[in-house]
């Protein structure tokens, strides 16, 4: 074997091949460190330039392998191999960017706008899909295989599993209905008439889980929340009124009463949830028999919130009222006994 002339042979791909990675690894460091700048991460710049990220490899690559093509004196077959190679890398490229780039795009419409669709699982893995397909199509057709038969084929065998597999299917058009109607978003606390509820924290393509209180995750198939009965506790708003029961004997101050109970509930909005401007108010509602009742109601800013609310409230509601000599009263049953 004559090394020499192996080498002779392989020195120019070599180093075209080792030029164009050096680049492509420059170029995707520079990438790297715009993103890494103080680039608004909701610009179009960014969400174009994020599209690129890792690309710059794969492209040098492929010019470094078309010069590699040209600089040999290679069989035919062998050419045409390298071709079909180098134009697969380039559409596929091509369609990566297509892809990230309309991921950045659902991004930037959703934080601009409340009302926008939520960008869940089931959304990437449905606009990837449909991408990437198409992508693989133009390289079939370019290799010379004719699609028109595939897509038939697909046509025919997509009716027997469509048969097969109807409850899945049901999940992930039930998931796609979720998510364009606008009934839940991602982080909305919802409660199903079947009983689960919690925090939505992902949407996709057979279920939605719910994130409760006690942070368990509930898996609800998407089916099941479409034929549920939702309630969802941050929509039209985030903020919801938490209302606590509470009651004060007949010879209480009521004007104190309230006042006492305004300048908690402050106290305890302040600590807990601060991003609250709504005062709280109080509000009587009934001669009981041996109470006055009232509702205090103050608004907290997400749902979850409401508990350790309540919980801190009352803690100092009682202390309070202690302090300032206000009676909370207690049913007394007084028992006659005619015997004596």
Same mark, same amino acid.
């Given at each position: 074997m004559n090394f020499e002339y192996l080498f002779d042979i392989l020195l120019i791909p070599v180093c075209i091949q080792v030029g164009a990675l050096i680049i492509g690894f420059l170029l995707n460091r520079l990438i790297n460190r715009y993103l890494h700048s103080n680039?608004?991460?909701?610009?179009?710049q960014y969400i174009f330039v994020n599209a690129l990220r890792g690309l710059p490899i794969s492209w040098c690559s492929g010019v470094g392998l078309y010069w590699t093509i040209n600089s040999l004196d290679i069989p035919p077959t062998v050419n045409k191999l390298l071709s079909y190679l180098l134009f697969a890398v380039i559409v596929f490229t091509l369609t990566r960017v297509v892809s990230r780039t309309l991921s950045g795009v659902i991004d930037f419409y959703t934080m601009r706008s409340d009302q926008n669709m939520p960008k869940t699982?089931? !959304?990437? &893995? @449905?606009?990837n899909f449909v991408i990437y397909a198409m992508g693989v199509l133009i390289v079939l057709q370019y290799y010379g295989i004719s699609v028109a038969p595939i897509l038939t084929a697909l046509?025919?065998?997509?009716?027997?599993?469509?048969?097969?597999?109807?409850?899945? !299917?049901? &999940? @992930?058009?039930?998931?796609?209905?979720?998510i364009l109607s606008k009934q839940i978003r991602l982080d909305d606390y919802v409660r199903l008439s079947t009983g689960e509820e919690g925090k939505v924290t992902d949407i996709t393509w057979r279920f939605t889980t719910l994130q409760s209180v006690s942070n368990n995750? @509930?898996?609800v198939p998407?089916?099941?929340?479409?034929?549920?009965?939702?309630?969802?506790y941050s929509m039209p708003r985030q903020d919801i009124t938490v209302s606590i029961a509470i009651g004060v004997s007949y010879d209480?101050?009521?004007?104190?009463?309230e006042a006492v109970c305004i300048k908690v509930g402050?106290?305890?909005?302040?600590?807990?949830?601060?991003?609250v401007t709504v005062e709280p108010v109080v509000r009587y509602n009934l001669f009981a028999d041996s109470s006055i009742n009232f509702n205090v109601i103050m608004h907290v800013s997400e749902f979850t919130n409401q508990y350790i609310v309540k919980h801190e409230f009352i803690k100092s509601i009682t202390k309070e009222f202690r302090k300032e000599n206000i009676e909370i009263p207690f049913p007394v049953r007084t028992i006659i006994n005619s015997n004596q």
């Open positions: 680039i608004n991460q909701g610009s179009w699982t089931l !959304l990437n &893995n @449905v606009i046509g025919v065998g997509g009716m027997a599993v469509a048969l097969a597999l109807q409850d899945t !299917l049901a &999940n @992930v058009f039930s998931g796609m209905h979720l995750v @509930v898996v998407n089916q099941n929340i479409s034929k549920a009965i939702i309630t969802n209480s101050d009521l004007e104190k009463v402050k106290e305890i909005l302040a600590k807990i949830d601060p991003s």
